[in-house]
């Protein structure tokens, strides 16, 4: 089973870079963030077009998420448990027998801002999530743009970039409580190279080149699943295209 996350920055605007890796990867699942389109404008039939099923909560112009997949994703639910709230930044879907969660947190601005304090409030009702409705013992992914690199071999400068935002201390302390939970960072499990980056910022002058990226999209699983995977990897191609998202695909293979 292949998967695989991509920050799309705008399925409108990237649609022919999501459909072309997608008939060149053929992953069996893949989840997107920031689509950033309402849902009557979500392009769902060029999807169906290559066969692939797709589930998606959006709104317009930010947030947006979406699961894309071989077979019909089943249980399909937005938000977290018992409500719709933040519907666009979290949709959970089964496929192949395996919950899959998609997420979107929120990027939090600033350390001082609120909009800071309102990320960790996120974490800790995504972990209410998780310990509420699945099972650290079972199969579980989770996957998405995180908003945090968790590890100094994660940033292009950990000592400069240490209390900034997305590589704050308090981030750090939040991501853990997943790991205690049960979760394992799928690809540091096969991958403990630095210099491996999902992101590059568009206002950093020849960004990819320099190496100066971030970590921030993941790919992480319950144990049960974790140690069934067998590779994982980041395709930087498609952020070398002409127009392309500052993100680009982590990508996981399982022996499933």
Known sequence: MKVASFNVNSIRARLQIVLDWIQKETPDILCLQETKVTDDEFPQTSFEAINYHVVFRGEKSYNGVAIISKIPPGNVRVGFSGDESEGTRLITA???KIPVVNTYIPQGVHPLLKQFRYKLEWFQRLYDYFDKNFRPDRALLWMGDFNVAPEPADVHDPDHLLGNICFHPDEHTALQRFREWGFVDVFRLHQRESEQYTFW????????????????????????????????????????????????FIVAEFDI
């Open 201 to 248: 910022d568009y206002r950093t002058k020849n960004a990819i080149a320099r190496k100066k990226g971030w970590r921030i999209d993941h790919i992480w699983a319950t144990r049960a699943l974790a140690k069934k995977s067998t590779k994982a990897w980041i395709d930087i191609a498609p952020r070398l295209l002409e127009k392309p998202s500052d993100h680009t």
């Open 94 to 96: 089964t496929i192949n």
